[in-house]
């Protein structure tokens, strides 16, 4: 009788664990890239608030006091708070505001947008 030919034990597990790490190597990379999206998501939406206030300001017929504010804003299901800063600039024609946008889901700022504003055409 000839021998039969096959694979031997220790050649079966070395195939598995082989198979395992590489499965373990795909999850986790899958999983890296779907909390990577979910974070550039997030930050896009706070971008789009950051912009909204900055729209809401320029429209104000009146020239913004220099101080701080803050607020609130729903955008995409989420309510995102927003802080601005009105600053005074070298140039008394013109104005700087910095917008910060808090993650709802995450500790800290999810976005920030600097601007500069003119008193042309403003009261």
Known sequence: ???ARGFTLIEMVVAVA?????MAAILS???RYADNAAYLRERT???WVAHNRLAEIELEP???DVGKSDGDMKLAGQKWKWEAEVKKTTDDHLRRIDIRVLSPNRE???AALSAFIADTGRK
């Not at 082989?18 to 590489?22: G, P, Q, T």
């Open 1 to 3: 009788m000839t021998g």
């Open 108 to 110: 800290g700022a999810a």
């Open 18 to 22: 082989v198979l395992a790490i590489a």
């Open 62 to 64: 009146g020239w913004p």
């Open 29 to 31: 990379g899958m999983a």
């Open 45 to 47: 939406i706070a971008l």
